[in-house]
């Protein structure tokens, strides 16, 4: 039996990336801070077939000891502070998390585990002020918050040690991909939860910042079967993983409140408090190469994300108000 440590499998893609690995066989080992109750509301249907780690991603010793101990033969690095707002507030916080940890966690597998499988989430972000559009693997990178450019350490960090110490490291560059498990901080999911909270009479207005900006967007579920077929690789590589298709923050507004019977122009406040200070006007993937070497192919469209989000938060709040 395969055994896997994935970090960050409390958020979104690490619930996701453990529903695939329980499928394939796996015993599944999740990282989970010693210093706080981890939330586990994205694994409450498979909690007790995954079995817990007390860590800090920040705690390379703490690191050491649980790969010595696990013996891991994927390690799938999606720890992260991920929200982009919260970067320019918390600018060392997420150094430290988001690039530094990468380090700690790269570090415990070389020494501890060198034939172990490394994989490591980069980002869109890292593209931020795009040099050209598409973006693919060969684009330059210009990064427009502390979060990207502290994804970009994390994924030059993972080529170093695959480079200097011939392991199987890499990186998914992954575009926005979201889901019913998406934290409401992030705005497609604080977009479909107001949404069934406006329905059911719950409140009665949507704030957001700006509507142009526009972002390449997939399904979380799709995205964590790329991350496991990049392991499954002859050789370490790195891929974009995205839709290939752009659309606009309103675009993904106008369809939610489509989708419950509602317009949006009756409910939605632009508020100048959520555009960024720096913004990313245009990520758009090429993911050409993901499904010429991997295989890799998209089962949810842009439109089903979205009503799948809207769905699963109606249903939500219809729970709550019976």
């Known amino acids: 039996m395969k055994k896997a440590l994935i970090t960050g499998i409390t958020g979104q893609d690490g619930s996701y990336l453990a529903d695939l690995l329980l499928e394939k066989g796996y015993k599944v080992y999740g990282l989970v801070r010693r210093t706080s109750t981890p939330i586990m509301v994205n694994l409450e249907h498979i909690k007790d077939q995954i079995e817990f780690v007390s860590g800090d991603i920040t705690d390379l010793s703490s690191l050491i000891r649980i790969v010595e101990q696990i013996q891991p033969d994927e390690v799938y690095n999606l720890a992260a502070q991920s929200f982009v707002g919260s970067s320019w507030e918390q600018p ?12 700690n966690m790269l570090e415990a597998v070389r020494i501890t585990k060198p034939d172990a499988r490394f994989y490591q989430a980069s980002s869109s972000e890292m593209f931020g002020k795009v040099m050209e559009t598409p973006q ?14 502290a994804k970009l350490y994390g994924h030059w960090i993972t080529i170093n040690y695959r480079e200097s110490f011939n392991m199987y490291a890499c990186s998914g560059i992954l575009f926005n991909h979201e889901s019913p498990r998406r934290g409401v901080e992030f705005v497609t999911r604080k977009i479909t939860d107001a949404v069934a909270q ?61 989708h419950a019977g509602l317009d949006w122009r009756d409910y939605v406040v632009i508020d100048p408090k959520f555009v960024r200070p720096a913004e990313v006007d245009l990520l758009l993937g090429d993911c050409s190469k993901a499904k010429e070497k991997l295989d890799w192919k998209l089962d949810v469209s842009f439109e089903q994300l979205v009503k799948m989000m809207v769905d699963s938060d109606l249903k939500k709040y219809e729970n709550i108000t019976k």
Do not use: C
């Open 92 to 103: 060392v916080l997420t150094g430290n998390i988001t690039g530094l940890g990468v380090t």
């Open 136 to 149: 693919k693997e060969t684009t330059p990178f210009y990064p427009r918050s502390p979060y990207g450019v």
């Open 198 to 258: 406006i329905k059911l009479g719950l409140t009665n207005e949507l704030r957001l910042g700006n509507l142009d900006a526009k972002r390449d967007w997939g399904f979380a579920g799709d995205y964590v079967k790329a991350m496991w077929l990049m392991l499954q690789q002859d050789t370490p590589d790195d891929f974009v993983i995205s839709t290939g298709e752009t659309h606009t923050v309103e675009e993904f507004v106008e369809i939610a409140f489509s």
